[in-house]
């Protein structure tokens, strides 16, 4: 291999791959993402893909995407196709596009085998007794009365399972270990159920299927997978993925590695748990912002680059840990300041009518595009008589340090003037409707000749040229930081945040923002970063917030 091993700073698995390369057990490194199609993927699955198809890279070696969908009952083509779509639009190429229900004859004929060495039998029991019979941690389990049928039996019996000769749930068959071995794992556990249910890849051919601890080390096995990397979870299975690989006559030898897999604050990765959220109606769908899901953090406004160099920074390890949001948060902030075009968006429009500022007058003034970035260019923004700044940049009554407009006092207004409060205007019920000010015409950015210094810079919109459009401001799906820490007796459910999605009808946007095409970044001047949605026109601008502009991953750094 013509390359520098990376040894220096690297995690525990990049440092058995580094020593598998050297000692020559292993001469080219071979990975697999191994996704079931039985919901969309999160941001857990992610931290996978990057990790296996980022082993593949820096080492030169290859990476599969294949399909675990040995379960016709979840399995369908809506979840394989968007599986697919996130990984490329992560950025990732696969050496081969598999399938687990490709290798069904090879499993069968394994189990056959197994069947023929005494160690597979067809069990009779039911699941409830199987269970039952099961043991505890500190009980060895109960042999089966179907143990210790012959061979030939179970041949017979095997293969009358799979030519539908037993109705689903009759019997199972099951791997002949050890019923008092401390890993409860390898007690006999059951390879091969019925289910008598077209699969959506493979069609009729098959009313029995595998287990998924009987199917992964094979399919390892047959693609030729060096490095089997798995979450913590499936640690205790790694005995029998080992003791089914050991016990047939297998192409290649794989094994099998774990990392702690990421758990983030606010969020639940249980793909049960938010399929029930879509089901529910609790979420618009699989990709709503909210999501923790790929599909919705590319919905959000993230962007591939922010995902994997978040991937990448939280780093692998196997100690379980909780990863802070905000630090996802951070991330997508960060780029973003470098790479969105800045625009005006006023979210809750207050009026201001400047009474000294000539009618019908359309002022035309230079904003930069960027100012990170020279290269992002100008454009123009239309001033004029009346504008609209937000609600809360003015108070009645304002406290001793509240900077921003109220009567008597004046503030800048971005790009354009200084203009001082003189004047409020009141509905019936009291509310402010109207604010009146006079502007200072010497005042005007870059070429301000008042000389005068206001602590307040306020953005706005014309009303001549102002847009409305609809914005929607995502928080966290869940109250409670760390949902392992649920009251007993409670549920996720019983933390849903109602505030999780506030839509604003009446927002008012500078014109050029409606010529944004779908998933396009913006940062709105002091509210935060925005997207236009997939469903955004320009007939209709709607637009998600990624993340407001307040960096509070930064802050606790500093306080650390």
Not at 197 to 203: D, E, M, S
Not at 461 to 478: G, K, N, Q
Request: contains cysteine; negative net charge.
């Amino acid at each position: 291999m013509n390359m520098e091993l990376p040894e220096k700073g690297a995690n525990f698995l990049e440092q058995i791959i580094i020593d598998d390369l050297k000692s020559g057990k292993v001469k080219t490194v071979a990975t697999r993402f191994p996704p079931e199609p039985n919901g969309y993927l999160h941001i857990g699955h992610a931290k996978s893909i990057c990790l296996n198809f980022g082993l593949a890279e820096k080492f030169n070696g290859t990476c599969n995407l294949r399909f675990d969908d040995t379960n016709p009952e979840k399995e369908e083509p809506e979840y394989e196709n968007a599986i697919i779509r996130d990984v490329e639009w992560l950025g990732f190429k696969w050496q081969r596009l598999c399938y687990a229900s490709d290798y069904f004859q090879q499993f069968y004929e394994w189990a056959i085998e197994l069947i023929s060495q005494g160690k597979a039998y067809v069990d009779h029991q039911t699941a409830d007794e199987i269970r039952e019979n099961r043991g505890t941690l500190t009980q060895p389990g109960i042999e089966s009365p179907y143990r210790n049928r012959t061979v030939e039996e179970n041949l017979y019996l095997f293969e009358k399972m799979k030519n539908g000769g037993f109705d689903e749930g009759e019997c199972v068959l099951r791997a002949k270990i050890d019923m008092a071995h401390p890993n409860l794992n390898m007690r006999d556990p059951v390879i091969y159920r019925i289910l008598k249910k077209p699969h959506y890849h493979a069609g009729d051919n098959w009313c029995i299927y595998p287990l998924y601890d009987f199917a992964h080390g094979y399919e390892d096995a047959i693609e030729g997978i060096t490095h089997s990397i798995c979450t913590l979870e499936f640690e205790n299975h790694r005995p029998l993925y080992d003791w089914f690989l050991d016990n047939v006559s297998i192409p290649s030898r794989p094994h099998q590695y774990e990392f702690a897999r990421l758990n983030l604050s606010y969020t639940v990765m249980s793909k049960r748990f938010l399929l029930g959220l879509v089901n529910r109606g609790i979420v618009s769908g699989w990709d709503d912002p909210r999501m923790p899901t790929i599909s919705g953090l590319r919905r959000r406004g993230y962007t591939p680059s922010s995902i994997r160099r978040f991937c990448d920074e939280i780093g692998v390890s196997r100690v379980e840990s909780i990863v802070d949001i905000e630090f996802l948060h951070h991330v997508i902030r960060e780029e973003l300041n470098q790479t969105a075009t800045r625009v005006m968006a006023v979210l809750r429009p207050l009026k201001v009518v400047i009474d000294n500022y000539p009618e019908g007058k359309i002022e035309e003034l230079v904003a930069d595009n960027n100012p990170e970035d020279p290269d992002y260019g100008t454009r123009i923004i239309q001033f004029s008589r009346n504008i609209f700044i937000e609600q809360e940049d003015f108070m009645e009554n304002p406290p001793k340090k509240f900077f921003r407009l109220a009567p008597g006092r004046e503030v800048r207004l971005k790009h354009a003037y200084i203009i001082t409060c003189q004047e409020i205007v009141k509905d019936s019920s009291g509310n402010i409707v109207e604010v009146h000010c006079t502007y200072d015409p010497n005042s005007r950015s870059g070429s301000d000749l008042s000389g005068r210094k206001v602590k307040g810079t306020l953005h706005w919109v014309a009303e001549e040229v102002a847009i409305r459009a609809t914005v929607r401001l995502y928080d966290h799906l869940f109250t409670l930081k760390n949902l392992s820490d649920m009251e007993e007796g409670k549920t996720y459910s019983d933390y849903l945040n109602p505030d999780s999605l506030i839509t604003l009808d009446h927002c008012l946007v500078e014109p050029s923002i409606t010529q944004a095409k779908p998933l396009d970044r913006f940062q709105f001047l002091r509210q935060g970063y925005f997207c236009a949605d997939i469903d955004h026109t320009p007939e209709k601008p709607l637009f998600n917030r990624i993340v407001s502009l307040k960096d509070t991953w930064a802050k606790i750094q500093k306080r650390e």
